[in-house]
């Protein structure tokens, strides 16, 4: 049995995750995988009723899960320096190391490029170094008025594991190819340390081919010909950039879903925001989150030997493609008229 949690998040997260969770439950009942779910308060909401956006109790149950679903924190517009009003900060918390995005176009969608299938791992725990990603203080400081300085921190550990999740995501795919991003030849200890762990990493996934690719003339050759790369692997500030460049090209941050992995715990978060904007109208595209949680349940049946999950996770991407293709219930984003809820029922009713 599985046990994953339920955080709903802010503004289009109390939207889209339920819908997440319906078309779960509808795959899961299928296949058999049994799922004990957890509802946990943070966000918003959490402190309107506890005082606190990660209450007391969320974080060490969290602790006892195998994962759960986040939805989007509308942390932009929290009150600053309040400590009561926070950004949680469970990637480094829980050492979820690696974030996995991947960017699919589809046909009948709009896009810049059509046959694109990328799947971009990114180092999520070091990097340009913020309150996120260290245990305290700060990567930044300002000695002058004139002068700031920012610490961009790359270990062996770090580099070697992320690169390590890219080679076992590459393993399942056809073509088997790896791209590690960096700049070594201008940064050569930072960016150097990272690639010469990737290379040590690929020796231990035979099959496997690793090619090197710079920074800059890797977002020239993703803007004009994405259909070249498999599976991406880089650093935490390139690839918080690069994934969304990504998801532009194959039809917007609606298509664009993710999940955070560490050694034994997933979490589902897609890569949009809360879309304050659009909250409450029943009109945000409920894909990104649907496909962050199928993601998880497949990641976490490979890691805890569970094979109901892989198979819950593959009726899941099976009835996205249906609906996606019949082009009946899409949300307006994606050329069509029907709701929120209306494009998670019918994903729920393919499955």
Same mark, same amino acid.
């Given at each position: 049995m599985l046990k994953i949690g339920i955080l709903l998040g802010d503004d289009i997260g109390l939207e889209v995750v339920p819908e997440a969770v319906k078309v779960m439950k509808a795959a899961a009942a299928k296949t058999g995988l049994e799922i004990e779910w957890h509802p946990l308060p943070i966000g918003r909401k959490a402190h309107e009723e506890f005082g606190h956006t990660i209450p007391p109790g969320t974080e060490e149950r969290l602790r006892g899960l195998h994962g759960w679903l986040m939805g989007p924190i509308g942390h932009s517009a929290y009150p600053q320096k309040d400590p009561t009003w926070v950004m949680p900060p469970f990637r480094k918390t829980f050492e979820l190391f690696a974030s996995v995005k991947p960017v699919r176009s589809y046909a009948n969608i709009p896009s810049v490029h059509k046959d694109m299938d990328v799947v971009f791992v990114r180092e999520a725990t070091e990097g340009l170094a913020r309150a996120g990603t260290v245990v305290a203080g700060s990567g930044e400081f300002r000695p002058n008025d004139e002068i700031s300085i920012g610490m961009r921190v790359v270990?062996?550990?770090?580099?070697?594991?992320?690169?390590?999740?890219?080679?076992?995501?590459?393993?399942?795919? @056809?073509?088997?190819?790896?791209?590690? #991003?960096?700049?070594? $030849?201008?940064?050569?200890? +930072?960016?150097?340390? &990272?690639?010469?762990?990737?290379?040590?990493?690929?020796?231990?996934?035979?099959?496997?081919?690793?090619?090197? +690719? /710079?920074?800059?003339?890797?977002?020239?050759? !993703?803007?004009?010909?994405?259909?070249? &790369?498999?599976?991406? +692997?880089?650093?935490?500030? &390139?690839?918080?950039?690069?994934?969304?460049? %990504?998801?532009? /090209?194959?039809?917007?941050?609606? !298509?664009? $879903?993710?999940?955070?992995?560490?050694?034994?715990?997933?979490?589902?978060?897609?890569?949009?925001? @809360?879309?304050?904007?659009?909250?409450?109208? %029943?009109?945000?595209?409920?894909?990104?989150?649907?496909? @962050?949680?199928?993601?998880?349940?497949?990641?976490? %049946?490979?890691?805890?030997?569970? $094979?109901?999950?892989?198979?819950?996770?593959?009726?899941?991407?099976?009835?996205?493609?249906?609906?996606?293709?019949?082009?009946?219930?899409?949300?307006?984003?994606?050329? %069509?008229?029907?709701?929120?809820?209306?494009?998670?029922?019918?994903?729920?009713?393919? #499955?």
């Open positions: 270990t062996r550990k770090g580099a070697n594991r992320v690169a390590r999740v890219a080679c076992e995501i590459a393993t399942t795919r @056809s073509r088997k190819v790896v791209t590690t #991003v960096h700049k070594a $030849p201008t940064f050569k200890l +930072v960016c150097g340390m &990272f690639a010469e762990e990737c290379h040590k990493a690929v020796k231990d996934y035979p099959g496997v081919k690793m090619q090197d +690719v /710079l920074i800059d003339s890797f977002a020239l050759k !993703l803007a004009m010909k994405p259909q070249q &790369f498999d599976v991406v +692997v880089t650093t935490n500030t &390139f690839g918080d950039i690069l994934t969304d460049l %990504g998801a532009g /090209l194959a039809g917007g941050l609606g !298509l664009a $879903p993710g999940m955070c992995v560490g050694e034994t715990q997933a979490m589902a978060q897609a890569t949009h925001g @809360s879309a304050p904007d659009i909250a409450g109208r %029943g009109i945000a595209n409920p894909y990104a989150m649907i496909m @962050s949680g199928k993601m998880m349940l497949e990641w976490l %049946g490979h890691k805890h030997n569970e $094979p109901k999950a892989v198979e819950t996770a593959a009726v899941i991407d099976a009835a996205v493609d249906r609906v996606i293709a019949a082009a009946r219930e899409l949300t307006s984003d994606l050329g %069509g008229t029907a709701t929120t809820q209306q494009m998670g029922s019918a994903i729920a009713a393919a #499955v």
